[in-house]
């Protein structure tokens, strides 16, 4: 390569490089340049979630790096607290019972082989959730009862991406848990139709 070849190759590649940086104010080299200039009006007002989440009692929970806050469940639970009837062991209190007491409770979960009211009910204290292996869970944590077998959803739901944010993503988070949306004894979102059915097309079809 001759040097005159030479120097104009390289001010080809100078060319290239300083075109491609060149840009005007409206473009930005990263997108946290963007969103940084692009909120610096909304420096000094704040948006809160706070108006979202009104009367529903939270608990902050720490998962990972993620720290927010879900809906309290021991005080929706009618039946809480458990130890008020379950003072006894079990069986002594199904010899007494002649009735079942959780009548309206039928599981439809995971294969009857694989699963029943003691895979999730710690017998010795109802008043907490039991661990696969023997530990007590809080029922205020009962996502972890469920991230036992479905890690999957469990990750994408810290993240954001499985469930629910109540206030959108303003802080404070807060977000649904999965027994919000999923009833852990028959935990399938059964299929229905759309809020606004169409009936003339339905006669239509007729
Ligand atoms: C009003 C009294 C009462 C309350 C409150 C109560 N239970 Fe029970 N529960 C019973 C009785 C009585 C039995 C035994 C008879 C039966 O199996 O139906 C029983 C049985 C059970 C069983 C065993 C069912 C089976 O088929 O083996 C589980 C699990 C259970 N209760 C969980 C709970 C949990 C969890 C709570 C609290 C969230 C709770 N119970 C609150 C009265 C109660
Ligand atoms: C997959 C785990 C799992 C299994 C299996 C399970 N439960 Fe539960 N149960 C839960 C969780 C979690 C809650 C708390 C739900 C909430 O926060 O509303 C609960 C709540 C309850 C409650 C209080 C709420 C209510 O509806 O009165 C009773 C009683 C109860 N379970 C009884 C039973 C009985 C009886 C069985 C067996 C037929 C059973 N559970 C099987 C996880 C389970
Ligand atoms: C001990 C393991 C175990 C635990 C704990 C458990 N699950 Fe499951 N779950 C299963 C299995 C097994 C299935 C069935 C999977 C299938 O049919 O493909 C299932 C199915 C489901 C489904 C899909 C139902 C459908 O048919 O679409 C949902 C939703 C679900 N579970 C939610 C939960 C929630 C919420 C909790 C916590 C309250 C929980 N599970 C706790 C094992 C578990
Ligand atoms: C805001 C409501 C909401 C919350 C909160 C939520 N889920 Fe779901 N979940 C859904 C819906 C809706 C589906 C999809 C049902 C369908 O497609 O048939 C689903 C599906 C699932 C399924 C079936 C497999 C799949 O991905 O389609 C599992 C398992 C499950 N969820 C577990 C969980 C667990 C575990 C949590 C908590 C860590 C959770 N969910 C929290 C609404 C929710």
């Known amino acids: 390569m001759n040097t005159i070849?030479?120097?104009?190759?390289?001010?080809?590649?100078?060319l290239i490089i300083f075109s491609s940086c060149?840009?005007?104010?409206?473009e930005y080299h990263h997108l946290t340049d963007k969103i940084e200039a692009k909120s610096k009006k909304y420096n000094g007002v704040s948006i809160s979630s706070e108006a979202y989440i009104g009367d529903i009692k939270t608990v902050e929970i720490?998962?990972?790096h993620h720290t927010f806050?879900?809906?309290?469940?021991?005080?929706?639970?009618?039946?809480?607290t458990c130890t008020d009837c379950h003072s006894k062991p079990l069986t002594e209190l199904k010899e007494v019972s002649l009735k079942k007491a959780h009548w309206d409770i039928m599981l439809e979960h995971a294969n009857q082989e694989v699963m029943n009211c003691a895979t999730c009910h710690n017998g010795n204290n109802m008043d907490h959730l039991l661990t696969l292996?023997?530990?007590?869970?809080?029922f205020n944590k009962s996502y972890r009862l469920?991230?036992?077998?479905?890690?999957?959803?469990?990750?994408?739901?810290?993240?954001?991406?499985?469930?629910?944010n109540i206030g959108g993503w303003a802080n404070p988070r807060a977000v649904m848990t999965c027994v919000n949306c999923?009833?852990?004894?028959?935990p399938k979102i059964e299929s229905r139709w759309p809020s606004r059915f169409n009936t003339q097309k339905v006669k239509e079809r007729e």
């Open 22 to 26: 060149k840009h005007n104010e409206n």
């Open 146 to 164: 469920c991230a036992q077998c479905h890690s999957n959803q469990f990750e994408d739901w810290k993240g954001g991406a499985h469930g629910k």
């Open 69 to 80: 806050l879900i809906p309290d469940r021991k005080s929706q639970i009618t039946s809480y």
């Open 5 to 14: 070849n030479y120097t104009y190759f390289l001010g080809c590649i100078f």
């Open 182 to 186: 999923h009833n852990p004894h028959k």
């Open 62 to 64: 720490t998962e990972g």
């Open 133 to 138: 292996t023997g530990k007590t869970i809080d």
